[in-house]
């Protein structure tokens, strides 16, 4: 790649996109701000849809991310300080970083053309908790995620795609209500295995299903809705210390992801 142009001007189109893109609260989701190298070669890897991607002009681009730009044709820039300054204010500067257009929402059917086990965070609304239940049931083959009453408008919330380290694309991710959910999979025959501490099944009993599942986790105050309850849900219980009050969420499922890689990971 030649040499990098070098946006000095607030008046670059560039610097009001990158401003936009940073706002807390957007009404539409059109557009992301992807954040530091990992997630960045993660989205351009994923396929995704880039405008462009920024670098600060102190800080050198590495190779691997110029060469992956430079084969899907990416433009690449770089900022100026006193310009990175004006645009991100007190935040903390990303070295690198580019904006993506948001894919299309995913929906139920794109989950029926999947075969792998999907996981259902049923009223889990930790962002930190769901962008490393993200991370973690991509790199342990989940087919898909159900977010269920997650607060989430977009999954191209900006916590959320920095909290999953852009992996957030990588995998099809449906916005739910709990009623929209509980109505698919009494429609789909999807088994539905719920996590509890009293549950009749043991993690170690997850290997040994051979059929698809929905892993189920409610949050950590009140665990698994009554909605879902009323489905036909397995009880799943994981072994532990008596002495200890319970997991997080996200530790609950990278166990259970972890049963499950041999039905879910690819073979060979």
């Given at each position: 790649m030649n040499s990098l142009a070098v946006i000095t001007e607030k008046s670059d189109p560039a610097v009001q996109r990158i401003i936009d893109v940073t706002k807390p609260s957007r009404s539409v989701v059109k557009t992301a701000l992807?954040?530091?190298?990992?997630?960045?070669?993660?989205?351009?890897?994923?396929?995704?849809?880039?405008?462009?991607?920024?670098?600060?002009?102190?800080?050198?681009?590495?190779?691997?991310?110029?060469?992956?730009?430079?084969?899907?044709?990416?433009?690449?820039?770089?900022?100026?300080?006193?310009?990175?300054?004006?645009?991100?204010?007190?935040?903390?500067?990303?070295?690198?970083f580019g904006i993506v257009r948001v894919p299309k929402p995913c929906r139920f059917a794109d989950l029926a053309a999947t075969s792998g086990d999907l996981v259902v965070l049923d009223g889990v609304k930790i962002v930190g908790n769901i962008g490393a239940i993200l991370r973690t049931s991509f790199a342990l083959g989940a087919a898909g995620i159900v977010l269920v009453d997650s607060d989430l408008v977009s999954i191209a919330d900006r916590r959320l795609v920095r909290a999953s380290r852009g992996y957030v694309f990588s995998l099809p991710?449906?916005?739910?209500?709990?009623?929209?959910?509980?109505?698919?999979?009494?429609?789909?025959?999807?088994?539905?295995?719920?996590?509890?501490?009293?549950?009749?099944?043991?993690?170690?009993?997850?290997?040994?299903?051979?059929?698809?599942?929905?892993?189920?986790?409610?949050?950590?105050?009140?665990?698994?809705?009554?909605?879902?309850?009323?489905?036909?849900?397995?009880?799943?219980?994981?072994?532990?210390?008596?002495?200890?009050?319970?997991?997080?969420?996200?530790?609950?499922?990278?166990?259970?992801?972890?049963?499950?890689?041999?039905?879910?990971?690819?073979?060979?």
């Open positions: 992807i954040e530091d190298i990992e997630p960045l070669m993660q989205c351009i890897g994923a396929g995704l849809d880039f405008i462009e991607v920024y670098g600060l002009e102190t800080s050198p681009l590495p190779a691997e991310l110029l060469a992956a730009c430079e084969q899907r044709k990416i433009p690449v820039r770089l900022i100026e300080s006193s310009i990175a300054n004006h645009v991100f204010k007190t935040e903390k500067r990303p070295k690198a991710i449906v916005l739910a209500t709990r009623e929209e959910a509980t109505g698919y999979f009494r429609e789909s025959g999807i088994r539905l295995v719920a996590f509890d501490a009293e549950g009749e099944l043991s993690t170690r009993d997850l290997r040994g299903i051979d059929e698809r599942l929905a892993l189920v986790f409610g949050s950590e105050k009140i665990g698994t809705s009554n909605d879902f309850e009323g489905l036909s849900v397995g009880k799943v219980s994981i072994p532990m210390n008596p002495a200890a009050e319970s997991l997080n969420v996200s530790v609950t499922a990278g166990i259970a992801l972890h049963e499950r890689a041999e039905h879910n990971l690819p073979k060979g």
